[in-house]
């Protein structure tokens, strides 16, 4: 027997209302917060049993039953010093008064982030333009650094816990890490200046490309995402150098190939991402019938013949009487 446990948040039926029905195995589980009981429990369990009265019920207060936010808050106070740990446990190593406890869990993230030394907050948002998974060398090469150095770093944040490493790597000699939770990435990539984002998500292709060309090819997904948001950058006048143009084929014909590499790995839904991405950034007839086209193989490779019959005429039209598409080199 094969058990499938998707966790998800309930935004998933306001977009999917009849998800999962028709399936005569399907059950769901609604996961209510957490009681006052139950997070003064969670507390106590961080904490092994640490502060106790106003400081706890402030925080359960806060956290009005989310686990996630308890948890960071508490990490937050570790990092500020305001609780300590001492022979006989946690203790609060000021007044009460003096203890601010965030509304917001991206308040919390944002705080503690606030806390690092500038260099490691620098790695940390490096590492947020690479994603959710990230790996040493790719840090290093946006920063111009050297890996070793930024190891030492990633040690720091990983003992933080706000990143963690993994077991396995999609880069070969490189350890993965990913952050340990999306909103820690997402509040690390916003303090990043807009000017500096277009530059470093070239920077990111740019490394991917540098890859051996097997490994290039497996993350050709990255790099053509990198591209994308780069062009977009550029586009959005957030970053005015480099040339516009080239950075814009050089992502569509990225986009194209993400594509096709998706549609063979049967990996469908990231197929048709890429080529509505490409059909996106497509600038001639030709260039907008590739796009068509890659779509149209997505649809038809997953038998979902109308929107393939579709895509595939629409390609047809655009590319009568148009001449060759975009120089793949």
């Given at each position: 027997?094969?058990?499938?446990?998707?966790?998800?948040?309930?935004?998933?039926?306001d977009?999917?209302?009849?998800?999962?029905?028709?399936?005569?195995?399907?059950?769901?589980?609604?996961?209510?917060?957490?009681?006052?009981?139950?997070?003064?429990?969670?507390?106590?369990?961080?904490?092994?049993?640490?502060?106790?009265?106003?400081?706890?019920?402030?925080?359960?207060?806060?956290?009005?039953g989310?686990?996630?936010?308890?948890?960071?808050?508490?990490?937050?106070?570790?990092?500020?010093?305001?609780?300590?740990?001492?022979?006989?446990?946690?203790?609060?190593?000021?007044?009460?008064?003096?203890?601010?406890?965030?509304?917001?869990?991206r308040?919390?993230?944002?705080?503690?982030?606030?806390?690092?030394?500038?260099?490691?907050?620098?790695?940390?948002?490096?590492?947020?333009?690479?994603?959710?998974?990230?790996?040493?060398?790719?840090?290093?090469?946006?920063?111009?650094?050297?890996?070793?150095?930024?190891?030492?770093?990633?040690?720091?944040?990983?003992?933080?816990?706000?990143?963690?490493?993994?077991?396995?790597?999609?880069?070969?000699?490189?350890?993965?890490?990913?952050?340990?939770?999306?909103?820690?990435?997402?509040?690390?990539?916003?303090?990043?200046?807009?000017?500096?984002r277009?530059?470093?998500?070239?920077?990111?292709?740019?490394?991917?490309?540098?890859?051996?060309?097997?490994?290039?090819?497996?993350?050709?997904?990255?790099?053509?995402?990198?591209?994308?948001?780069?062009?977009?950058?550029?586009?959005?006048?957030?970053?005015?150098?480099?040339?516009?143009e080239?950075?814009?084929?050089?992502?569509?014909?990225?986009?194209?190939?993400?594509?096709?590499?998706?549609?063979?790995?049967?990996?469908?839904?990231?197929?048709?991402?890429?080529?509505?991405?490409?059909r996106?950034?497509?600038?001639?007839?030709?260039?907008?019938s590739?796009?068509?086209?890659?779509?149209?193989?997505a649809?038809?490779?997953?038998?979902?013949?109308?929107?393939a019959?579709?895509?595939?005429?629409?390609?047809?039209e655009?590319?009568?009487?148009?001449?060759?598409?975009?120089?793949?080199?």
């Amino acid at each position: 027997p094969v058990l499938f446990i998707c966790p998800a948040r309930p935004v998933l039926l306001d977009r999917r209302s009849g998800w999962g029905k028709g399936i005569s195995a399907f059950s769901s589980i609604l996961r209510d917060p957490l009681t006052v009981d139950q997070g003064r429990a969670l507390v106590g369990w961080y904490l092994g049993g640490g502060p106790a009265g106003l400081l706890v019920e402030r925080i359960v207060d806060r956290a009005e039953g989310n686990p996630f936010f308890i948890e960071e808050v508490i990490r937050s106070l570790i990092d500020e010093g305001a609780i300590k740990r001492s022979d006989s446990g946690w203790e609060v190593s000021g007044g009460l008064d003096e203890i601010e406890i965030p509304r917001t869990v991206r308040a919390v993230i944002a705080a503690r982030i606030d806390l690092l030394e500038s260099s490691h907050k620098r790695v940390l948002q490096c590492a947020a333009v690479i994603g959710r998974t990230f790996w040493p060398g790719a840090v290093a090469h946006l920063l111009g650094g050297e890996a070793g150095e930024i190891q030492e770093v990633l040690d720091a944040l990983e003992g933080r816990e706000l990143i963690l490493a993994g077991a396995e790597s999609a880069v070969t000699g490189e350890r993965e890490y990913r952050f340990k939770h999306t909103m820690v990435r997402q509040v690390a990539y916003d303090g990043l200046a807009r000017r500096d984002r277009s530059r470093l998500h070239r920077a990111v292709a740019d490394w991917v490309r540098a890859g051996g060309e097997g490994e290039r090819r497996e993350m050709i997904g990255v790099e053509a995402h990198h591209l994308a948001l780069a062009y977009d950058g550029v586009r959005g006048g957030a970053d005015g150098d480099g040339d516009v143009e080239g950075l814009r084929t050089r992502a569509l014909v990225a986009l194209l190939a993400a594509a096709g590499f998706a549609r063979q790995r049967v990996a469908l839904g990231q197929s048709r991402y890429f080529a509505r991405e490409a059909r996106r950034l497509a600038d001639s007839p030709i260039e907008a019938s590739l796009a068509a086209e890659a779509l149209g193989e997505a649809y038809f490779y997953g038998y979902e013949g109308d929107p393939a019959w579709r895509a595939l005429r629409e390609a047809v039209e655009l590319r009568l009487g148009e001449g060759d598409g975009p120089d793949p080199d």
